[in-house]
């Protein structure tokens, strides 16, 4: 875990909002829209279809974001390297979600019915192939040589954490260190992937860029601890999918293991026994749900979301004085108010 919340973090503090920051960059950002929608759609009409499907679908665009406002850093860097990196990353990650959602058999992201739900798992694989390969051979078509091996490696990584997490399916006695390792890969790999392109293309020093690495992984622990909590507390409406589903498909996450540490035993052991079964009633739903409220495991686990968040803010103190920190202070301060 990262420093303690006792500590107070740099005296670092922005003087932008999110949607300043989102201001700052919509140029680029409807730059990297209008590039993925003059995409090459496939030549089969069923995969030009889901293709479309996809890449209209708008998301948080955090990744891009981060790569975004890291390459302002930096004096060297070329806008339309920095728009296709961007895009591609965009690209790797939807990806990333349509082979998600085919092993957590989710049927609503974002509000709509997923690739796998509509179209089958089939097509939804294929079509996440066929992202991914379309990525990487865009950062080839543009030189981009530096950025399509740090992609790779980082994608490599992220793989390895999904395969991970499987692995580890209705383990109720996961170690939480073993946890932390997941989301470092599954999740906290492309927001690496994403600061470390940045820094490449912005021509930041060695150091620079070590420490914007650092950055995005811290970066990418909060962000999903933060959407595991959610799990438990949100509302589906505003997540656009459903809560509850990681316990369902027993994947264990912070909170939950947070509340077999300090919950009821007995309700523990019932929460236990459903999570390595993999059955679950929407009555012992209601059972789960309380116990983790109830145990303080969702408390202990956003403690440990703003440590990491803090921890990121922390490391921007090596640039302060940069006019690019701010836009990169105010994404965590946004991060932070979202933990709590």
């Known amino acids: ?59 948080k665009r955090v990744r891009p974001l981060l790569l975004l406002l890291v390459s302002r850093l930096g004096a060297a860097a070329n806008r339309d390297d920095v728009l296709w990196a961007a895009t591609v990353v965009e690209l790797v990650h939807t990806a990333t979600l349509l082979h998600d959602d085919c092993l957590d058999g989710t049927e609503t992201r974002r509000g709509l019915a997923t690739v796998n739900h509509r179209w089958g798992q089939h097509a939804a694989i294929l079509m996440g192939d066929w992202l991914f390969t379309k990525g990487f051979d865009l950062l080839c078509e543009h030189r981009l040589h530096d950025a399509l091996h740090i992609l790779v490696q980082h994608t490599q990584r992220m793989t390895t954490g999904m395969n991970r997490e499987l692995a580890s399916r209705h383990d109720s006695a996961l170690p939480v260190e073993e946890y932390l390792r997941v989301i470092d890969e599954k999740t906290g790999a492309l927001f690496v992937a994403s600061c470390e392109i940045g820094a490449v293309l912005g021509g930041l020093d060695e150091r620079q860029a070590a420490g914007m690495s650092e950055f995005g992984r811290d970066l990418g622990y909060a962000f999903q601890i933060i959407d595991d909590i959610f799990d438990f507390t949100g509302d589906p409406s505003d997540l656009g999918k459903p809560i509850g589903t990681d316990f369902r498909l027993g994947f264990a996450t912070l909170p939950l293991l947070y509340a077999w540490e300090t919950g009821d035993p007995e309700t523990g052991r019932r929460v236990a026994e459903w999570f390595r079964e993999g059955e679950l009633t929407d009555e012992n739903w209601d059972v789960v749900r309380r116990f983790v409220l109830e145990s303080g495991g969702i408390e202990r686990a956003r403690a440990e979301a703003l440590a990491y968040a803090y921890s990121a803010r922390d490391r921007l103190a090596a640039l302060n004085g940069h006019e690019g920190v701010a836009p990169l202070l105010a994404t965590v301060e946004y991060m932070i108010a979202r933990g709590r």
């Open 1 to 59: 875990m990262p420093d303690s919340l006792a500590r107070q973090p740099a005296g670092l503090t922005s003087r932008m909002t999110l949607p300043e920051v989102f201001e700052l960059v919509s140029d680029d950002l409807r730059d990297i829209e209008v590039r993925i929608g003059a995409l090459e759609r496939p030549d089969i009409p069923l995969s030009a279809e889901i293709a479309e499907h996809v890449l209209t679908m708008r998301g």
